[in-house]
């Protein structure tokens, strides 16, 4: 498989989200990035997050794996080659101040271990990908539950987005945004991601 180049992610691409931090609905997709090095594998993971810098939140989120260089015109189908889960987790202190001062949100996402990502499996047809749900089990507990159809940008717009103003090639992978419920994470908690009914992985968080 091909090693994990750039990670892209979709700010704000659920109204639900967007409106429970107080945040402007962005009329067109904004994106940003984390470190490669912030990606790791998820699944029985045991991930050791910055717990001294402030609050942590999670953010779940779809996740696609760019199979070739992009061309303008292509669809999801033709470009991308695998689906996974994945948690954006965010120092949100850190985030709040620097929003404040109008810096970029690097310290606040680009951490080590901000971006575990389950195993990837066979991207589907669209119309899969567009009637499937996605959910974050907190201790057990359900605390987010997503669908493509809630998407403010859909991924084809998202794609070309990127692929025209920054580029795609294969190995680059997407965080798709996150819908509402997110929240803090403590240490000790555990994280199960599910797609289509079946989970995908769980990881532990430790200081």
Request: charge should be negative.
């Amino acid at each position: 498989m091909t090693a994990i180049q750039n990670v892209y992610c979709v700010g704000r691409n659920y109204r639900l989200h967007a409106e429970e931090l107080g945040n402007e609905v962005p009329t067109s997709p904004m994106i940003f990035l984390k470190p490669s090095h912030a990606a790791v594998k998820l699944e029985g993971a045991e991930l050791k997050l910055p717990f001294n810098q402030g609050g942590i939140h999670y953010e779940a989120e779809l996740v696609v794996r760019i199979g070739r260089d992009y061309e303008p015109g292509m669809t999801a189908e033709q470009l991308v080659d695998g689906l996974a889960l994945g948690i954006d987790f965010t120092l949100r202190d850190v985030q709040t101040v620097l929003k404040q001062k109008g810096h970029p949100w690097t310290a606040a996402k680009g951490f080590k271990n901000s971006a575990p990502v389950t195993e990837f499996i066979p991207f589907p047809d669209n119309d899969a990908w567009l009637n499937q749900e996605f959910a974050l089990l907190k201790n057990g507990q359900q605390v987010q539950l997503g669908s493509t159809r809630n998407m403010i940008f859909p991924l084809d717009t998202i794609l070309a987005h990127i692929g025209e103003t920054y580029g795609l090639a294969a190995g680059d992978i997407i965080f798709t945004g996150t819908p509402e419920g997110v929240g803090p994470v403590a240490a000790g908690d555990t994280f199960e991601l599910i797609y289509a009914g079946t989970s995908l992985g769980t990881c532990r968080i430790t200081e």
